[in-house]
Structures are given as C-alpha cells and as structure tokens.
C-alpha cells in the first residue's frame, strides 16, 4: 500500500489557504465554464490557462483541473433545468433529466446527477491512485520506438474506432500534425514550413487553435441556431438530498455498471463521449421497466452521469502514466504541463511527486467540495442562464481573445484564434471531427521526436517497430485498430454471413 | 433546425461546401508538401531529414481530401440538404464581423479599450439592450479583466493610447 502513504502525503500539499482558495475559485470558475452555453471543459479550461501561467505547478494544476470537475459538474445544470446539454457527454442527461424538471422533480434530478456524478469520478480517482503507479513505472522501459508505437496506437484507434467519415478523421488529424511541424525542427534546429515569416517562427501553439476552434466556432453555432434559454427553477433542499440519497443504494448495479464502463473508455483515447450513451443504453436495456425511460426515471440521470463523469476523469489515467491523454480537457491540461516545465509521462511519478500525488489528491478533495457547493448554490447558477446571450457572446469573445495573446504575448495568436474559429465552425457543420485535430496538435511533435529518434537508433530500419515483443505488440495492435473495419467486415464475409451495417445500441 | 416562420433560403449546401473545402485543404497539402520537399524529405547520414515526417503528412492529407472531393463530386447526398440559411448566415455574420473589428481594433487601442466596445456596441445593436446596461455592462467587464489579469494575476494583455494616458 505504497500509493496510500503517498496520497497521503499529497493531501499535506494540499491542506494550505492558498491552495484550498484556489480550488473554490477553480470549481467556481469551471460551474461557469460548464454552465455557459459556448463554452465547454476544452475551450473554457484553454482560456484560463494564463491564469495559471505565474503560479507554481502543484498549485496550477489543482486550480485547473478544478475548473475541468466544475465543468463536468456545471453540464448537468444546463441539462436538466433548460435541455441544452453544456457539454457533448451531457446529452444522455438531457433524456430524463429534462423531463424530471417538467414535471417539478428539477431538485431530485439535480440531486442524482451531482450524486452520480461523484460516485463516477471517485471510482476513477480510486483506479487513478492504484494503477496509474504501476503503468508508469512500466513504461519506464518504453524507449522511442514503444513511445512512437503508442502514439501510432492512439492515433489509429481514432480512425478504426471513430463514428465519423474515416477520411474525415484522417483529415482532421493529419491536418493538426502539419500544423504542429510549422516553425523551427525540434531535432535539426532548421525551419520549415514558416514561409519567411516571423509569426510562423514561433510555431502554431495548440492553445491558441483550440480556443479558436472550439470557443469561436461555438459561438458561432449558438448564434445559428439562435438558442432560446427558457428553463426551469430550481433550489435544492436537504429533504431532497436524503431522500434521493436513501433511495441511491437500490441503483447500485446502474452505478457499478456506469462506473465500469465510464473508466474503460475513459482510458481508450476519444471514448468520452461514448460512455455516457452507453451508461444509459444499458441501463435501459437491463431494465424490468424499459418504457419509462425518457419520460423522467432517476435512473436514466444516474446511468449517464455517472459514466461521463468516470470517463471524464479516467482520462487522465494516460495522461499521468504515459503522457498520452485520453480527452480533449485532458490534452489541454498536459499542454498546461508543458507550459509550467514539467514533461509528462512516466517519469513525472519519479521526478515530481509532490506534483503527481497533488494532483491525485485534489481529485479526491476536488470532487467533495464540488458536490456540496454544486448542492448548495444550484440557483445562482442556474440564474446565469437568464442573462441575456446578447451580454454572455461578446464576454466570451473577449475571454478567448485574453486566453489566445496570453499564451505567447502576440498579437497574431488573436487573428490565429479568429482563423482556426472560422475553420472549427465549417468543420463542424460538414462533420469532419476536431478532436483528431485537438490531439494530434498536443501529441504532433512528441510523435515525431520519438519517431526520428527510433530512426535514428535503428539507422532507418522500419523493422525496428517490431524489434522486441513489447513494441511488437503495440505496433500491430495499432495497425489492427486502425483496419478494424475492414477486419470485421472480411471476418464477416469469411463466415459467409452477408455484410450488414453494425448494429445500433 | 429550419424555423417554421421564415422561409428557408439556403445559401450553399453542404456538398458545395464539402467540395470547397477539399479543394482547400488539396491547395494546402500541395503547398506545404512542396514546401518540405524543398526543405529535404529523404534521408541523411543521421536519420530523417527534417522535411521527411510533414512530407508525408502532407501527402496523407492530400490524398484523404481527394478521396472528400471526388466522394462529395459523385454523391448527391448533400446536394440539397442546406449548409446554412441566409437568416442563419446573417446572425453568424453579427458575431464575426464584430469580432474581426475587435481584433483590428485591439492593435491600436488595446485589449480593454476594444473590449468596452464590442460589449457595449453588441449589447446594443445585437441585443438590443438599452444603452446605460450596455455601458455600465461592458465597464464593468472591462475593469474586471484588467484587475484579475494585469493586475492579479501578472498577466500583460496589450494597451493602446487610453491606458497609457491615465499612467499604465
């Protein structure tokens, strides 16, 4: 039990003023971030990155993931009491959730969602402290050529395992790793790609491209689709906590299922969002009572809440252990590691333990404080939503803009942000995804590096992929995922059952 | 999506837009592939050359956007379903071209100066907001940027003329 004497110790970094002030700030912020339509986990912890910019890195890191568990909190708020989902993996909340709110039982569903929510988060956080350790301490051993077969991996499970058009996702991605090459080589020190300008010298800093795509662009959508906020109020009183949470333990399969599969694709790169929708698939599908789902059931609150939430922070589960993270949020959050100095990966458990089991901890304590202030200031929150979106857009815009000159003290980054802004919001409408985008602009340069590098040590023998079992393994998986489809069909087609599309949930 | 009460009048469709895009992004691939060859795509003594990786991400890319295009050019799929109304395409308009002024405006007058008035003038033209709220709004926003960041949190935003005058 190494890793509790450890969490312990990381809970000693924790227990100072300024720390715990951070973190309510950061919670504050994040139930803004998650409330606000136009803004998201991704974008709205991008734009308050600077903020953090000056401070140590223990206490930076607590602050923003903070704002990413608000965030999470904060989606369910918008979901519930006005059917927009804040956040993409809160959109299985909107089916019952808003129904629950018409019918006057807003505080019960409101109720469920933080609860579950926490009992998902907790769960990952548990499997975080114990599994994270192990996992990196064996990738310690990854030289890189296995860093370059991970990456590989990740990337291929995007275009084997995604919903969307596989060019589309080819697109997207390959289009984020050219951009990351922009500027000066890591490994030559000679430039590319800059086309003679200065602006270009710098790189196309990925903070910047991603407020841009998906602060601006969703601004831009909000516009389109011109959004009237009409919701429901809603106060929480401690009557209806105790019951919902008397009530709670009879859903305890609901829960464990959720949780199970909320840390499963958590941890698979670009599954976020998935388990949410499977969490409430399921727990529909193993009903007694499957016709009263949609129409308000506790359950259908319970189920997704608790997977997106499980998944939501499983995703940092990569992240840590081998710098690889599972989530949009998760990316932003190691671009913020960057930032502050520290390189992630398996040697951040080695080198700076008070920043890892920090973190670890402010999960832990993050999540309790969040759940009893989500609880206890629902109405204020939920107020926001009636400020008109005439005065929320423009504060919006600013904020972006403050964020994306932040990074780097340019003035090209604002025209950066408003291009990549523009392009987000085509992409969008003509479905070619951004997370790909997101990720490969996060992982392009450390792929590469690793890539080159194995190159180097081999002298150009490709073989050098394959050259022991671990990496192997790693190459060829990544390989399968990435023909997944075309496997399943020709394993399909070899059993002579006719080709059909695969089967709906 | 369509509202009931205006008739929809599409601008483009999709497909005219995929086809855009794809034309696009195969201009872009081909530049920036020419461009890393020039830079050196091959091998030297010690490993890739630094052209060598982007050189065949840009080819990755152009293949996939040619695949896109010569997909949108043989389908009719999104032929008719609409990219965007024009009453749509009008209220997307009030948020860009707001913003690229902002953006302009930002290089002379600052961030906060600029602020003040794409909120304010937003609220007003946009929303139509009486104009003390917009005002008294937007200050207040503005005051509260510069404290959190230029003040607390030792974050410099830039400043134009009216800063400078009252001594930042």
Redo the contacts between chains.
Sequence with gaps: MEALGLLLHGFEVLLTFKILSLMMVGLVLGIFVGVLPGLGGPNGVAILLPLTFTMDPTSAIVMLSCIYWGALFGGAITSILFNIPGEAWSVATTFDGYPMAQQGKAAEALTAAFTSSFIGSLVAVLLITFVAPSIASFALRFGPPEFFAVYLLTFCSFVGLGREDKHKTVISMALGLLLTGIGMDTVSGQLRMTFGSDNLLRGINFLVAVIGLFGISEILLTMEERLALRGHAAAISLRVVLKVWKDMPRYWVTLLRSSVIGCWLGITPGGAIAASFMGYNLAKRFSKDKDSFGKGRIEGVFAPETAAHASGTAALLPMLALGIPGSGTAAILLGGLMVWGLNPGPLLFVEHKDFVWGLIASMYLGNIVGLVMVLSTVPLFAAVLRVPFAAIAPMIVVSCAVGAYAIQNAMFDIWLMLLFGAVGYVFKKIGIPLAPLTLALVLGNRAEDSFRLSMIGSGGDMRVFWSNGLVGSITTLALALLFWPLIASGVERLRGAPVKPPMQD | ?A?PAEEPRAVAS?RA??IV?SLL?LA??AL?GW??WK?GAG?AS?????????FY??L??GA??L??LV?ALLSRAGADKP??HRE??R??M???V???L??LL??WLG?YVA?LL??AG??RF????AWWK?LL??FI?AIA?FV??DVA??????KGPIEALLGF
């Design positions: 999506m509202d999709t837009v995929e895009v992004l872009f691939a920036m461009d890393n830079s091998w010690d490993g890739p050359k630094a052209g060598y990786f982007p991400l840009a990755l890319l996939a956007s695949f896109g997909k990219f965007v749509q395409l209220r997307v009030q948020v860009l707001p913003t690229f902002f953006c930002t290089q961030l602020s794409l909120i937003f609220m946009v929303g139509g907001i917009s709004t937007s926003f940027m959190t960041f949190f030792d974050v410099i935003m830039p």
